[in-house]
């Protein structure tokens, strides 16, 4: 029989941006827009103090402001691969002397942005739903031992399904969010210092997580604007912190709940114009 629990989403609706704090916007454009191929948001933040990369229905927040490193990296589903190549090869002359690099894998292109951030782009395709360009996951390092506890947190905190599997690859444990995207906690065995980097996820119920957090004196930030944030994943079993990743929690009367994205075709240019082709739609057919 069955049971179309595919069709399901949990409480965590969207993954929406993550920030990353970076020193240097000209060297940002040049990575994350020229390199990347993401588009900058026309509306906001415009300027030198701060910018919001677009990438489908996720974004970069990259305000200038001394670095932060995600321990970990960053998954991104990109419509042309070649084109991708071609891109980050033209970046390599100006991010000359940064930690720039990018390499070929055997399923995705792994990219390291100017200050070490890391990235892994994949070719859209079935396993990213019809996501063709976006962020469909993100995965963090995580001390051994704590995967089981993130998943419970994640499950029966915040709503959102959530397993552990151990493979070949080591122990993690995978958060559900929307449709198509996920949080992953991999254990290893290597550790970072926390720097303040955050993600923004919404939530059908707001309320529960909320004051799961409250109760425990977890909230960072209170509502406001249908927001609050936390930094601390907590084991509910026993209440031990296994996790730090500031989380800006909004609820789905947040004014920004799918905002519209604008997204550019990298592919347009002056000697290569396509007529009325400047738009690129992030879904597959
Ligand atoms: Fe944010």
Same mark, same amino acid.
């Given at each position: ?188 065995? &290597? ?45 509910? &079993? ?9 989380? &800006? ?37």
């Amino acid at each position: 029989m069955i049971d179309y629990a595919d069709e399901d989403v949990g409480n965590i609706v969207l993954l929406e941006h993550v920030n990353l704090q970076v020193p240097d916007q000209s060297l940002a454009i040049l990575f994350y827009i020229v390199g990347l191929g993401f588009t900058r948001d026309p509306y906001f933040n415009i300027g030198l103090r701060n910018m919001w990369a677009n990438v489908g229905e996720q974004q970069f927040h990259l305000p200038t402001r001394p670095v932060q490193v995600l321990h970990g990296h960053m998954g991104i589903v990109v419509p042309d691969f070649d084109a991708l190549k071609e891109r980050l090869a033209s970046v390599e002359e100006g991010l000359a002397g940064t930690k720039f690099s990018w390499s070929v894998k055997a399923d995705h292109i792994a990219v390291t942005c100017p200050w070490g951030n890391r990235f892994q782009c994949y070719a859209a395709g079935s396993s990213f739903g019809d996501m063709a360009l976006g962020v469909p996951y993100v995965e963090f390092l995580i001390a051994p031992d704590r995967a089981a506890g993130i998943a419970r947190f994640y499950d029966q905190v915040l709503g959102a399904p959530a397993t552990t599997e151990s493979g070949k690859q080591g122990t993690l444990a995978r958060v559900k969010i929307g449709r198509n995207q996920s949080l992953i906690f991999r254990e290893a065995n &290597e550790s970072a210092e926390y720097d303040g980097h955050h993600l923004a996820i919404y939530v059908a119920n707001f309320s529960r997580p909320y004051n799961f957090l409250k109760s425990r004196g977890l909230i960072s930030e209170e509502v406001r604007n249908h927001q609050f944030r936390f930094k601390e994943v907590v084991d509910p &079993e026993n209440g031990s912190g296994v996790f730090l990743v500031e989380h &800006e929690v909004r609820s789905l009367h947040h004014p920004m709940y799918r905002r519209f994205l604008v997204n550019r075709d990298p592919l347009e240019s002056a000697r290569r114009y396509r007529r009325g082709r400047d738009a690129l739609i992030p879904y597959t057919d």
